[in-house]
């Protein structure tokens, strides 16, 4: 059915947007407290050398107790505004992933919004787990180029340690806390390449929280009250290293192919910090020329999910590893299961 305006109703004006956007400013923040795998093995029958070789994690932070994801977003938010040369107030978007939060309502983007001293920006959050920064910046780049923003500020940012099992041998070495922030604005060149994002929802059940809220609440309520086990996150490792390794890896080919670029002209590659075989992997199906530097972040602060690629990303351009202005391929997956990829020019 085609559905035209009425003879005499007026045209809706709509903004128009610059042609293009880029990421103006990174940042990054990891909490003081450095975790061990020795001090993980004294919960779980495991070892160092043994988590080493599944996934190459030595260690990981861990925010403090009153830290929160808001207090640990505007540190790395912080940051990326520097970079970007602009002033909080200039910031349209708040637009925060993360899966830790632990408020149902409000969203932690408004409080950081606040925090920030920002103009009552647009302000909300993305559950996208792992793949969350990714979808950001595609929401931010989407959102600048056409009008509705003039500066997004995307931040991804996760508190894993308070939903980890401590003693759960499948998950409790793999996580851990931070954030990082990327502020997208205006650009005169292509600075964001299409995302290549999607869903497997029939494998849903891989990466989950234990329980609903609402099954929390049934059994707080039951006369066994007082053995209600806390909702943590549960992961079947081996069944999502084989969908990274061997279902979503094409993901990158596409991105690639997509921003019109070949592994050799990249000056980073940035893919979500879940395994170090995975990223191993994933160098050797794309490709990767040696000399290219590849985000190994896993190893000290282990999988941040939704803090992942920023973290990474922010560290590599900050000590030097990644060049400003070069051209990163980025890459996040994880529950849901969901994934996204971009090429972008780094700030």
Not at 119 to 145: E, K, Q
Not at 161 to 174: N, P
Not at 197 to 226: C, F, H, V, Y
Request: charged share 20%; net charge negative.
């Amino acid at each position: 059915m085609t559905v035209q305006p009425k003879p005499d109703q007026p045209t809706l004006t709509v903004p128009e947007g610059p042609r293009h956007a880029r990421i103006h400013g990174l940042g990054g923040y990891r909490p003081e407290r450095v975790v061990t795998n020795e001090e993980i093995c004294r919960y779980i029958d495991s070892s160092d050398e043994w988590i080493q070789q599944r996934s190459g994690i030595k260690e990981r932070r861990f925010a403090r107790e009153d830290e929160t994801v808001i207090d640990m977003s505007e540190a790395a938010a912080r940051d990326a505004i520097a970079m970007a040369g602009i002033t909080p107030d200039q910031i349209s978007v708040v637009l925060m992933a993360t899966v830790t939060h632990p408020y149902q309502t409000p969203a932690a983007a408004p409080i950081l919004a606040e925090r920030l001293g920002t103009n009552g920006p647009a302000a909300f959050d993305i559950s996208a787990a792992c793949a969350g920064y990714c979808y950001g910046i595609s929401l931010a780049n989407d959102m600048v180029r056409a009008g509705s923003a003039e500066y997004v500020l995307v931040v991804g940012v996760e508190k894993l340690s308070d939903f980890t099992d401590k003693h759960d041998r499948g998950s409790a070495f793999i996580f851990g806390d931070g954030a990082g922030a990327a502020v997208v604005g205006p650009s005169d060149f292509p600075g964001i390449g299409p995302t290549v994002w999607g869903s497997d929802g029939e494998n849903w059940d891989k990466i989950m929280q234990k329980q609903p809220w609402t099954g929390l609440r049934a059994d707080m309520t039951s006369e066994e009250a007082g053995a209600v086990e806390w909702p943590h996150f549960a992961m079947q490792g081996q069944s999502v290293f084989r969908w990274a390794v061997y279902t979503i890896a094409p993901v990158v080919d596409k991105a690639l192919a997509a921003a019109g670029v070949t592994s050799d002209d990249l000056d980073a590659f940035v893919p979500h910090q879940a395994n170090m075989r995975i990223t191993d992997a994933m160098i050797k199906h794309i490709g990767l020329p040696e000399d290219i530097p590849v985000a190994r972040d896993i190893a000290e602060t282990g999988n941040t999910s939704a803090a992942s690629v920023p973290l990474a990303a922010a560290r590599m351009l900050n000590e030097g590893e990644a060049p400003h202005g070069g051209l990163a391929l980025q890459f996040g997956f994880g529950a849901g299961l969901v994934y996204a990829a971009q090429v972008v020019v780094l700030p």
